[in-house]
C-alpha cells in the first residue's frame, strides 16, 4: 500500500474548526509580512507576520495549543512552544497547531521567491512537540511503494531505489536542497550520481511539497532544516499523498536536553511521516511573494489585496486552492 492510498477516520473535533478558518488565519500573516517585502529588515517582517497570526487564531471558537512554534517561551515571547491561543480556552475543542507564521524571513527581506505564511492543524497529541532543532529531512511524492526511502540508507541508495521504482537513470532524478554549506558533501554524491539538484535558498516546506507537484519536475527533498519545517511538511504530505523520514539532529548538549523536555526520549529515532502528523490533521498556506506553489500578497490600484492560499486535509484527501480578495473596511 502507498501513503497515497492511506486515509484517516475524520475528526470530529477538526469538523468544528473549519477549513477555510485556517485560511483566514494564514491570510493574515501573509498579509502582515506583506508590507515588508524587499525592505531588508527580518525580524520586522517575522514580527507583522506572528503578531497578525496570532490575532486571527484568538478570533476562532477552539483551544488551541502551540506545538511547533517561534521557539520556547524564555526565547521567543511570540507564538512559542505551549503558548494556548484561539477564544474558547478549556471549552472549546483541543487542537495542536504547528506554525510558522513567515517560512522565509531572508527570501522576504530580500524580495525573494517562495515566502509562505503555514500552519497545520489536527486533534490533541496528533503533532509532534519537538524544540527548534535541525532535522534531518528525505522525501519523495506519491505512488511509490511504501519505505522506498530510509534516513539509514545512504544517498546513493535512496535515489537508487526511486530511480528504479520510477523506471529511469538515477542521473534522471531531480533532487531539491538546500543551498547550505552543511550540504556540500550531499551535493557532490548527488552530482557524482549525475542527478540533476535544484538548490533553493530558503523555505524548505515549499521544497518539501515540490515533491507532490509533477509541474515542479523534482522527484526527492534531501538535506537538513529546521524541525517545525519538517513537520509542517509532514502534514502537507499525509493530505496529498508521499513519504517522509525525518530525524532529530542536536549540536549540543542544551538541545538534547530541551528534547527530552518536550517528551522526546529516543533522540535518534527515524520518524515516518505518520508519527510527525498523526490521524486527520489540515494544513494551509498563503503565499507572501510568488513561489512555485503560490503566487503572493499583491496590491492592487484602488488598494485592495489580493492572496493566493491553499488548504489541504488528510481525511478526504482534499486540496483546495484559494483565491483571495481583501478590500479595505470603510
Known amino acids: 500500500m502507498t501513503e497515497s492510498t492511506h486515509k484517516p477516520a475524520p475528526s470530529k473535533v477538526l469538523d468544528r474548526v473549519l477549513v477555510l478558518e485556517m485560511v483566514r488565519v494564514t491570510e493574515a500573516a501573509a498579509i502582515g509580512a506583506s508590507k515588508l517585502i524587499g525592505r531588508g529588515d527580518e525580524k520586522a517582517a517575522d514580527h507583522a507576520a506572528v503578531e497578525a497570526m496570532r ?14 512554534g517561534e521557539g520556547e517561551r524564555d526565547e521567543a515571547p ?18 495542536d497547531i504547528a506554525l510558522d ?64 521504482a520510477k523506471g529511469v537513470e538515477p542521473g534522471d532524478i531531480i533532487v531539491c536542497v538546500l543551498d547550505r554549506p ?14 540533476g539538484i535544484m ?20 522527484d526527492m527533498y534531501m538535506g537538513s532544516g529546521g524541525a517545525p519545517e519538517g513537520v509542517l511538511a509532514a502534514a502537507a504530505l499525509r493530505c496529498v499523498g508521499g513519504q517522509f523520514k525525518g530525524r532529530l539532529l542536536f549540536r549540543n548538549d542544551d538541545e538534547r536536553a530541551r528534547a527530552r523536555k518536550w517528551g522526546i526520549e529516543d533522540l535518534n529515532k527515524q520518524y515516518d511521516l505518520r508519527e510527525l502528523a498523526k490521524g486527520d490533521c489540515i494544513f494551509a498556506a498563503t503565499g507572501v511573494t510568488d513561489g512555485s506553489l503560490l503566487d503572493g500578497v499583491k496590491v492592487h ?23 483571495g480578495e481583501h478590500r479595505k473596511p470603510r
Open 182 to 195: 552543511r550540504h556540500a558533501d550531499l551535493i557532490a554524491e548527488l552530482r557524482g550520481l549525475g542527478c
Open 199 to 218: 538548490l533553493i535558498p530558503d523555505g524548505d516546506v515549499a521544497g518539501v511539497i515540490a515533491v507532490t507537484n509533477e509541474d515542479t519536475g523534482v
Open 78 to 95: 511570540m507564538l512559542y512552544i505551549g503558548e494556548k491561543v484561539g477564544a474558547a480556552p478549556g471549552t472549546g475543542p483541543k487542537i
Open 101 to 164: 507564521p513567515l517560512e522565509g524571513t531572508t527570501i522576504t527581506a530580500k524580495a525573494g521567491p517562495n515566502a509562505l505564511a503555514v500552519l497545520a492543524v489536527a486533534e490533541e497529541g496528533g503533532l509532534l512537540n519537538a524544540p527548534d532543532v535541525y532535522m534531518d529531512k528525505l522525501a519523495v511524492g506519491p505512488g511509490y511503494p511504501d519505505g522506498i526511502i530510509d534516513l539509514d540508507k545512504s544517498v546513493t541508495d535512496n535515489v537508487k531505489a526511486v530511480a528504479a
Open 301 to 323: 490600484k484602488n488598494g485592495m489585496l489580493s492572496t493566493e492560499s491553499v488548504v489541504m486535509r488528510a481525511s478526504s484527501g482534499t486540496v483546495r486552492w484559494v483565491k
Open 55 to 68: 490575532a486571527a487564531f484568538n478570533e476562532l471558537w477552539m483551544d488551541g495549543t502551540v506545538v511547533i
